[in-house]
């Protein structure tokens, strides 16, 4: 008879916090979805300020917008972290085109990649040689290759319904493949934009050198994924296409930026951290909406969320905005790195910058009892569509937290249309929904008030 008492207590508390974390997180997406402030934020990032990328007055207005707008909140503090960050500039638009037959061109659109060297004042002209990877230029040789401007050319795997997986596939040819031509003699490169859609914007991103000496460094850029079909058709009709193009883009000597850091101290656990946050600076084609200014002011969303319903945290809740994600991953080492100096416990850490359209659930980094934690909040996110929860990689900025520990989480949301916005022009306030972008916000802050309220559970220790 006690057993079958303490089971029903058992099961009437169960449903006691059922009823109240339900109860919660409905307060949570109601408050987002009636009273936004996210997009208003996001307004003015986009609109008032623009690309944010790192070392531009841009990216200072940013942090002191960022920085005046949590101070707003309420929060028991905020404050700047400082870090130094890479400044690489543009320079005047990059113009292109390839040739055919002697005075027959066509117009390519190209953007230099993040990080590239300029090409000569009066620009590049060479032959091309397509491959579909970095693999090819050992088979070809410096034979075939010196001289010339080498194009990558291989397309996302269409086939992959994680555009991630596509985006993964084909990426390295972005980011090494200048280094890794100019070891059999090509004068520069040129990558198919990393998008599936076909259309007339370049995709800029980031791109190394490795320890390529600087005087044998070679210019770097992307053409738009149309203008890639329509040289690899020509090339194929006449293997001796010329391919012009012109950039003025330069790295400068680094420059001091900030982090923008707010928190809610913690009532019971205050030397327990959760962090939430996204990167603030953006590539400065478009004006980072998607990437990734609609995973900052999500973040600063998470804690007004919880202040507004009236949570009071047990563990202190920070919100952090991370600079230089974009091209060099400063800010998020540096955070990691002033955290570990302090000695600061951080047992939770969520990031959003997969852009800012409708939630689909978290990516978790953990071990598996935290992950069968998580897993069985799934009931309370099944009322908003939230469904998937699965491991895999959290986000670049708080990776470098990482113990065995600690939970870490990425916010997945519907991904198909990512990459058509991903580090280009059309990366614009415009292309983004108001309540997306405030459905994700929830989401988060959703499962930062579970964490907060039940804890990760601990590493078990074998004892020897």
């Known amino acids: 008879m006690k057993k079958l008492c ?3 207590f058992m099961l009437g508390m169960f449903s006691y916090a059922q009823t109240a974390d339900e109860a919660q997180l409905r307060k949570i997406y109601d408050v987002s979805l ?57 320079g005047t638009p990059e113009f292109a085109y390839y040739e055919s037959t002697p005075g027959l061109s066509t117009n390519v659109p190209i953007c ?10 009066g620009g590049l002209k060479a032959n091309v040689i397509e491959v579909q990877g970095i693999e090819e ?26 555009t991630f997986a596509a985006y993964a596939g084909c990426v390295d040819q972005r980011y090494m493949g200048a280094a890794e031509a100019g070891k059999y003699g090509a004068v520069g490169i040129i990558v198919r934009s990393m998008s599936s859609r076909i259309d007339d914007l370049p995709h800029t991103g980031s791109m190394s050198y490795g320890d390529t000496p600087v005087k044998d460094r070679i210019p770097a850029a992307a053409i738009s994924t ?4 329509l040289l690899s058709t020509t090339l ?41 946050g996204g990167h603030l600076d953006s590539w400065d084609l478009g004006d980072g909406s998607h990437d990734d200014g609609a995973g900052c002011v999500q973040s600063m969303e998470v804690l007004r969320l919880l202040k507004e319903t009236g949570y009071k945290p047990k563990r202190t809740i920070r919100v952090v905005l991370f600079m230089n994600e974009e091209n060099g991953l400063r800010g998020g080492n540096e955070y990691a790195k002033v955290a570990k100096s302090n000695n600061e416990n951080h047992v939770f850490a969520l990031e959003s910058d997969a852009g800012g359209f409708t939630p689909r659930g978290f990516s978790l980094d953990c071990s598996d009892a935290n992950f069968e934690k998580v897993q069985s909040w799934k009931e309370l996110f099944e009322p908003y569509l939230i ?33 058509d916005h991903h580090h280009a022009a059309n990366d614009t306030f415009e292309h983004v929904n108001k309540r997306e972008l ?26 020897g």
């Open 6 to 8: 303490l089971l029903i």
């Open 438 to 463: 405030q459905m994700g916000a929830a989401t988060m802050a959703s499962l930062v008030y579970l964490v907060d309220k039940y804890g990760v559970e601990p590493t078990k220790k074998i004892k």
């Open 236 to 276: 194929k009709l006449n293997a001796e296409t010329k391919f012009y193009f012109k950039q003025n883009c330069e790295q400068l000597e680094d420059v001091k930026s900030f982090n923008v850091v707010g928190e809610i101290k913690g009532s019971t656990h205050p030397n327990e951290i959760m962090i939430v």
């Open 112 to 121: 230099a990649l993040g990080g590239s060297v300029a090409t000569r004042p």
């Open 34 to 90: 009636t009273n936004a402030k996210g997009y208003d934020w996001l307004n003015h990032l986009s609109n008032q300020i623009g690309g944010r990328l790192s070392g531009s007055i841009q990216a200072q207005q940013a942090v002191d917008y960022t920085k005046s707008q949590l101070e707003k909140l309420g929060l028991d503090r905020v404050w700047l972290q400082p870090v130094m960050v890479p400044k690489w500039v543009r």
């Open 137 to 162: 230029l050992e088979t070809l040789g410096r034979e075939k290759i010196e001289g010339k401007i080498v194009f990558f050319n291989r397309p996302f795997d269409q086939k992959l319904v994680s």
């Open 387 to 419: 469904h998937l929860f699965v491991k895999g990689p959290s986000g670049a900025d708080i990776d470098p937290l990482k113990t065995s520990d600690m939970l870490l989480a990425g916010l997945r949301p519907d991904l198909q249309r990512y990459f």
């Open 226 to 229: 149309r203008g890639a079909d």
